[in-house]
């Protein structure tokens, strides 16, 4: 079992920056991959980016190639994404997901999930 908790969300005005982070406990050491998901108000949950837990490779969602970069910390356990140009359009919930298996791909699937993190995007 991993544990997924997530913070940094917030308000800020389009141009503006965030970083989110996600502290992962549990039976971290079984991770292969961590990715970041969004979810706006009556829509789909989208990809957002992931990363490999081992070598730190990296994929983003077109939409946010550019303005966002996730990162993780083996030894904090934990990953983060830092969102630079908000747009309103990036206004959405914000969760976290951990991959203990090596199938699939890094858009999914995932096996756990945190509770999610509301940003909100001004214009």
């Known amino acids: 079992q991993v544990e997924l908790v997530e913070s940094g969300g917030g308000m800020v005005q389009a141009g503006g920056s965030l970083r989110l982070s996600c502290a992962a406990s549990?039976?971290?050491?079984?991770?292969?991959?961590m990715g970041w998901f969004r979810q706006a108000p009556g829509k789909e949950r989208e990809f957002v980016a992931a990363i490999t837990w081992s070598g730190g490779s990296t994929v983003y969602a077109d939409s946010v190639k550019g303005r966002f970069t996730i990162s993780r910390d083996r030894a904090k356990n934990s990953v983060y994404l830092r969102m630079n140009s908000l747009k309103p359009e990036d206004t959405a919930v914000y969760s976290c997901a951990a991959r203990t298996g090596m199938t699939g791909g890094m858009t999914g699937p995932y096996d756990y999930w945190g509770q999610g993190t509301q940003v909100t995007v001004s214009s």
């Open positions: 549990g039976r971290t050491f079984r991770t292969y991959r």
